[in-house]
Protein backbone atom coordinates (compact mmCIF):
# COMPACT_ATOMS: atom_id res chain seq x y z
CA UNK A 1 0.00 0.00 0.00
CA UNK A 2 0.88 3.40 -0.41
CA UNK A 3 2.24 5.43 2.46
CA UNK A 4 2.17 8.68 2.85
CA UNK A 5 3.37 9.69 6.57
CA UNK A 6 3.25 13.50 8.14
CA UNK A 7 5.61 13.52 11.07
CA UNK A 8 3.43 15.00 13.76
CA UNK A 9 -0.04 14.09 14.18
CA UNK A 10 -0.56 17.28 16.90
CA UNK A 11 1.73 20.16 16.91
CA UNK A 12 1.13 23.74 19.30
CA UNK A 13 3.73 26.38 18.20
CA UNK A 14 3.37 30.16 19.41
CA UNK A 15 2.66 33.16 17.55
CA UNK A 16 5.72 34.56 15.23
CA UNK A 17 7.18 30.79 15.44
CA UNK A 18 9.11 29.16 11.91
CA UNK A 19 6.87 26.26 11.20
CA UNK A 20 7.27 23.01 9.43
CA UNK A 21 5.54 20.35 8.51
CA UNK A 22 6.82 17.38 7.00
CA UNK A 23 5.29 14.56 4.32
CA UNK A 24 7.03 11.87 3.18
CA UNK A 25 5.64 9.17 0.42
CA UNK A 26 6.88 5.97 -0.20
CA UNK A 27 5.97 4.83 -3.90
CA UNK A 28 7.51 7.34 -6.09
CA UNK A 29 4.98 9.15 -6.80
CA UNK A 30 5.53 12.39 -9.09
CA UNK A 31 2.65 14.67 -7.49
CA UNK A 32 2.52 15.80 -3.81
CA UNK A 33 -0.04 18.06 -2.42
CA UNK A 34 -0.91 20.28 1.17
CA UNK A 35 -4.51 20.99 2.34
CA UNK A 36 -5.49 22.38 5.08
CA UNK A 37 -8.79 21.54 6.25
CA UNK A 38 -11.48 23.53 8.60
CA UNK A 39 -14.94 23.15 9.52
CA UNK A 40 -17.44 24.27 6.80
CA UNK A 41 -14.57 24.72 4.72
CA UNK A 42 -13.41 21.35 3.66
CA UNK A 43 -10.25 20.80 2.10
CA UNK A 44 -8.35 23.88 0.27
CA UNK A 45 -5.16 23.79 -2.05
CA UNK A 46 -2.00 25.62 -0.28
CA UNK A 47 0.51 24.39 -2.89
CA UNK A 48 1.64 21.30 -4.82
CA UNK A 49 4.31 20.20 -6.90
CA UNK A 50 4.50 17.85 -9.62
CA UNK A 51 8.11 17.18 -9.40
CA UNK A 52 11.43 17.63 -7.78
CA UNK A 53 12.69 21.15 -7.13
CA UNK A 54 9.07 22.55 -8.69
CA UNK A 55 5.72 23.85 -6.65
CA UNK A 56 3.01 25.49 -7.71
CA UNK A 57 0.42 27.76 -5.68
CA UNK A 58 -3.03 26.42 -4.99
CA UNK A 59 -5.92 28.35 -4.05
CA UNK A 60 -4.78 29.71 -0.30
CA UNK A 61 -0.55 30.16 -0.82
CA UNK A 62 -0.48 33.15 1.24
CA UNK A 63 1.77 33.00 4.90
CA UNK A 64 2.58 29.93 3.31
CA UNK A 65 6.15 28.00 1.33
CA UNK A 66 7.03 24.70 0.25
CA UNK A 67 10.36 22.69 -0.19
CA UNK A 68 10.82 19.65 -2.28
CA UNK A 69 14.53 18.49 -2.55
CA UNK A 70 13.85 14.97 -2.74
CA UNK A 71 10.93 13.29 -4.82
CA UNK A 72 9.70 11.45 -1.88
CA UNK A 73 9.37 14.50 0.41
CA UNK A 74 7.43 17.60 0.46
CA UNK A 75 7.33 20.02 3.38
CA UNK A 76 4.82 23.11 4.14
CA UNK A 77 6.66 26.18 5.65
CA UNK A 78 5.17 28.85 7.80
CA UNK A 79 7.46 31.52 7.91
CA UNK A 80 5.39 33.20 10.77
CA UNK A 81 2.45 31.20 12.38
CA UNK A 82 -0.24 33.17 13.10
CA UNK A 83 -3.39 32.02 14.88
CA UNK A 84 -5.66 32.05 11.73
CA UNK A 85 -3.36 29.48 11.06
CA UNK A 86 -4.52 26.89 13.32
CA UNK A 87 -5.78 24.53 11.40
CA UNK A 88 -5.45 21.08 10.65
CA UNK A 89 -3.19 19.89 7.64
CA UNK A 90 -3.14 17.54 5.12
CA UNK A 91 -0.42 16.02 2.36
CA UNK A 92 -1.24 13.83 -0.24
CA UNK A 93 0.93 11.88 -3.20
CA UNK A 94 -0.02 10.68 -6.74
CA UNK A 95 1.15 9.29 -9.76
CA UNK A 96 1.48 11.60 -12.40
CA UNK A 97 0.17 12.31 -15.70
CA UNK A 98 -3.41 11.17 -16.53
CA UNK A 99 -2.72 8.48 -13.61
CA UNK A 100 -3.08 11.16 -11.25
CA UNK A 101 -7.06 10.53 -12.32
CA UNK A 102 -7.01 7.89 -10.54
CA UNK A 103 -6.99 9.56 -6.83
CA UNK A 104 -4.94 10.85 -4.20
CA UNK A 105 -3.53 8.85 -1.63
CA UNK A 106 -3.29 10.98 2.36
CA UNK A 107 -1.69 11.21 5.35
CA UNK A 108 -3.08 11.21 8.36
CA UNK A 109 -3.02 14.76 9.28
CA UNK A 110 -1.56 17.27 11.72
CA UNK A 111 -3.14 19.19 13.59
CA UNK A 112 -1.81 22.30 14.19
CA UNK A 113 -2.25 25.04 16.99
CA UNK A 114 -1.07 28.50 16.90
CA UNK A 115 -1.28 30.37 20.58
CA UNK B 1 -14.40 27.00 -12.93
CA UNK B 2 -14.96 23.76 -10.90
CA UNK B 3 -17.18 23.50 -7.85
CA UNK B 4 -18.32 20.89 -5.99
CA UNK B 5 -21.65 21.18 -3.22
CA UNK B 6 -22.21 19.08 -0.83
CA UNK B 7 -26.11 19.98 0.21
CA UNK B 8 -26.17 18.91 3.77
CA UNK B 9 -23.26 19.69 6.02
CA UNK B 10 -24.82 16.94 8.67
CA UNK B 11 -26.88 14.07 8.48
CA UNK B 12 -27.81 11.91 11.36
CA UNK B 13 -29.59 8.69 10.80
CA UNK B 14 -30.44 5.50 13.11
CA UNK B 15 -29.04 2.56 12.68
CA UNK B 16 -29.69 0.38 9.79
CA UNK B 17 -31.59 2.62 8.18
CA UNK B 18 -30.60 3.59 4.27
CA UNK B 19 -28.64 6.76 3.74
CA UNK B 20 -27.94 9.26 0.47
CA UNK B 21 -25.03 11.55 0.99
CA UNK B 22 -25.94 14.27 -2.31
CA UNK B 23 -23.11 15.62 -4.19
CA UNK B 24 -23.61 18.03 -7.44
CA UNK B 25 -20.75 19.20 -8.82
CA UNK B 26 -20.18 21.75 -12.19
CA UNK B 27 -17.57 21.59 -15.04
CA UNK B 28 -17.82 22.32 -18.53
CA UNK B 29 -15.45 19.00 -19.05
CA UNK B 30 -15.48 15.44 -18.62
CA UNK B 31 -14.60 14.53 -14.46
CA UNK B 32 -13.65 12.20 -12.78
CA UNK B 33 -15.27 11.87 -9.65
CA UNK B 34 -14.60 10.95 -5.79
CA UNK B 35 -15.93 9.85 -2.72
CA UNK B 36 -13.31 9.77 0.53
CA UNK B 37 -14.55 9.17 4.15
CA UNK B 38 -12.50 10.64 7.31
CA UNK B 39 -12.85 8.66 10.50
CA UNK B 40 -12.21 10.65 13.86
CA UNK B 41 -8.39 11.73 13.90
CA UNK B 42 -7.32 10.33 10.50
CA UNK B 43 -7.06 11.58 6.90
CA UNK B 44 -9.06 11.07 3.93
CA UNK B 45 -9.71 7.24 2.79
CA UNK B 46 -10.58 6.74 -0.75
CA UNK B 47 -14.42 5.12 -0.90
CA UNK B 48 -15.24 5.11 -4.19
CA UNK B 49 -14.01 6.81 -7.55
CA UNK B 50 -16.20 7.34 -10.92
CA UNK B 51 -13.84 7.45 -13.93
CA UNK B 52 -15.56 5.97 -16.93
CA UNK B 53 -17.69 3.17 -17.92
CA UNK B 54 -20.68 2.51 -15.72
CA UNK B 55 -22.47 5.20 -14.00
CA UNK B 56 -22.77 2.88 -11.17
CA UNK B 57 -19.77 2.86 -8.90
CA UNK B 58 -19.28 0.06 -5.54
CA UNK B 59 -16.67 0.94 -3.19
CA UNK B 60 -15.77 0.18 0.04
CA UNK B 61 -17.93 -1.20 2.98
CA UNK B 62 -20.90 -1.25 1.22
CA UNK B 63 -21.16 2.33 0.14
CA UNK B 64 -22.41 3.13 -3.72
CA UNK B 65 -22.51 6.22 -5.84
CA UNK B 66 -24.55 6.92 -9.26
CA UNK B 67 -22.77 9.64 -11.74
CA UNK B 68 -25.48 10.91 -13.42
CA UNK B 69 -24.37 12.95 -16.12
CA UNK B 70 -27.72 15.16 -17.08
CA UNK B 71 -27.77 16.35 -13.26
CA UNK B 72 -24.28 16.82 -12.69
CA UNK B 73 -24.67 14.72 -9.35
CA UNK B 74 -22.74 11.87 -7.78
CA UNK B 75 -24.72 10.90 -4.64
CA UNK B 76 -23.24 8.33 -2.50
CA UNK B 77 -25.76 5.65 -0.56
CA UNK B 78 -25.57 2.82 1.56
CA UNK B 79 -28.97 0.75 2.50
CA UNK B 80 -28.11 0.09 5.71
CA UNK B 81 -25.57 2.18 7.79
CA UNK B 82 -23.48 0.58 10.74
CA UNK B 83 -22.49 2.77 13.96
CA UNK B 84 -18.59 2.39 12.14
CA UNK B 85 -20.04 4.52 9.61
CA UNK B 86 -20.08 7.91 11.93
CA UNK B 87 -17.60 9.82 9.65
CA UNK B 88 -17.20 12.81 7.46
CA UNK B 89 -17.79 12.17 3.88
CA UNK B 90 -16.02 14.28 1.16
CA UNK B 91 -17.46 14.48 -2.82
CA UNK B 92 -14.83 15.27 -4.94
CA UNK B 93 -13.71 16.66 -8.25
CA UNK B 94 -11.17 16.50 -11.12
CA UNK B 95 -10.93 17.68 -14.45
CA UNK B 96 -8.48 17.70 -17.28
CA UNK B 97 -5.41 19.01 -15.87
CA UNK B 98 -6.55 20.52 -12.95
CA UNK B 99 -6.03 19.20 -9.50
CA UNK B 100 -8.53 17.51 -7.23
CA UNK B 101 -11.32 20.34 -6.04
CA UNK B 102 -13.33 19.32 -3.25
CA UNK B 103 -17.00 19.81 -1.51
CA UNK B 104 -17.22 21.39 1.96
CA UNK B 105 -18.24 17.55 3.79
CA UNK B 106 -20.92 15.96 5.33
CA UNK B 107 -20.51 15.04 8.66
CA UNK B 108 -22.69 11.16 8.87
CA UNK B 109 -23.99 10.66 12.45
CA UNK B 110 -25.22 6.88 12.85
CA UNK B 111 -27.57 6.91 16.04
CA UNK B 112 -27.84 3.15 17.81
Known amino acids: DVKVTQSSRYLVKRTGEKVFLECVQDMDHENMFWYRQDPGLGLRLIYF???????EKGDIPEGYSVSREKKERFSLILESASTNQTSMYLC??????????????FGSGTRLTVV | AQSVTQLDSQVPVFEEAPVELRCNYSSSVSVYLFWYVQYPNQGLQLLLKYLSGSTLVKGINGFEAEFNKSQTSFHLRKPSVHISDTAEYFCAVKSGANNLFFGTGTRLTVIP
Open chain 1, 92 to 105: ASSLGGSTANYGYT
Open chain 1, 49 to 55: SYDVKMK
